[in-house]
């Protein structure tokens, strides 16, 4: 399993984002895919899932209203389009996948990252 994000980088708040989740190794129908985000000095925290069954699953309320995921299935690609920007959406992201076709808890294969920076 192989996941490379791509498409992070400095944006002013209000601006707009889309990163990248190009996924390999694996049949990419039969996994969920996850974004997650970073911060500095802060926990990993969830963001947005997306799976066969589930469609699309919010993991922070925060981003509810801006973001959105989807998927390319021809390019096994899901990508994280991200709206109305804040300084408090700069982090690290990283897409994640697990075999099912529900979102789960806990995600088995991680992506190395891409920063995102917002400033005010």
């Known amino acids: 399993v192989q996941l490379v994000e791509s498409g992070g980088g400095l944006v002013q708040a209000g601006g707009s984002l889309r990163l990248s989740c190009a996924a390999s190794?694996?049949?990419?129908?039969?996994?969920?895919i996850g974004w997650f985000r970073q911060a500095p000095g802060k926990e990993r925290e969830g963001v947005l899932c997306?799976?066969?069954?589930?469609?699309?699953?919010y993991y922070a309320d925060s981003v509810k209203g801006r973001f959105t995921i989807s998927s390319d299935n021809a390019k096994n690609t899901v990508y994280l389009q991200m709206n109305s920007l804040k300084p408090e959406d700069t982090a690290v992201y990283y897409c994640?996948?697990?075999?099912?076709?529900?979102?789960?808890?806990?995600?088995?294969?991680w992506g190395q990252g891409t920063q995102v920076t917002v400033s005010s």
């Open positions: 997306i799976s066969s069954s589930d469609g699309s699953t």
């Open positions: 190794g694996f049949t990419f129908d039969d996994y969920a």
């Open positions: 994640a996948a697990d075999p099912g076709s529900s979102c789960p808890e806990d995600f088995g294969s």
